[in-house]
């Protein structure tokens, strides 16, 4: 059985447990962690995880980030100076990082989530380089009522978690499921 199977059976076993109305945002995140290298096969498998979690009675959101970047520089009044000079682009990264909270925001209140939804975020990889997952983690969390499930190419050890293995790592409350 393929390691992205294993992750949809493990995540699959955990999303029937019930949850409890109490948590803090933190603990409301769900992080399922594979290899870089799998990214191609778990999101062709992403419908066996909504799914699963739409078995057990609860709704289900994807909100991608994978073009946000492009989407937020195109925005930008001086944009096609950024592309001649990227290293202009570090001063403005925090803007990214609205740009992506309120994006956010307008997906979870055009799909009207609630706290029985989980809003899968996909396309954390493209992060890489702008924003570190921990602060986008960190503002998205407490908007989500329900469980914000991060798909996340890297690996977990020990309570650490790194993107992409380049990261150093961080340390985060989340929930963490794997295909071991």
């Not at 994978?66 to 925090?94: E, I, N």
């Not at 055009?110 to 029985?116: A, G, V």
């Not at 989980?118 to 992060?127: I, Q």
């Not at 992409?164 to 340390?171: I, K, S, T």
Request: proline residues 3%; charged residues 25%.
């Amino acid at each position: 059985m393929s390691r992205v199977k294993r992750l949809v059976q493990s995540y699959s076993k955990y999303i029937t447990v019930p949850w409890r109305d109490d948590a803090a945002a933190a603990q409301r995140v769900i992080f399922c962690v594979y290899n870089e290298n799998e990214e191609r096969g778990l999101l062709a498998k992403i419908d066996e995880f909504e799914i699963a979690t739409r078995q057990t009675g609860h709704d289900w959101v994807t909100f991608d980030l994978t073009d946000t970047f492009a989407a937020w520089l195109v925005s930008q009044r001086y944009a096609k100076s950024y592309f001649q000079k990227p290293h202009l682009l570090s001063t403005l990264l925090p803007k990214y990082l609205t740009f992506v909270t309120d994006d956010f925001a307008a997906s979870l209140e055009k799909n009207r989530t609630d706290q029985n939804s989980v809003v899968a975020l996909k396309g954390v990889g493209s992060l890489f380089g702008f924003l570190k997952v921990k602060e986008v983690v960190d503002k998205l969390a407490p908007m989500v009522k329900g469980r914000l499930l991060v798909f996340f190419p890297g690996s977990y050890e020990n309570n650490n978690y790194r993107l992409l293995d380049g990261y150093d790592g961080w340390n985060y409350l989340a929930v963490p499921i794997t295909a071991d």
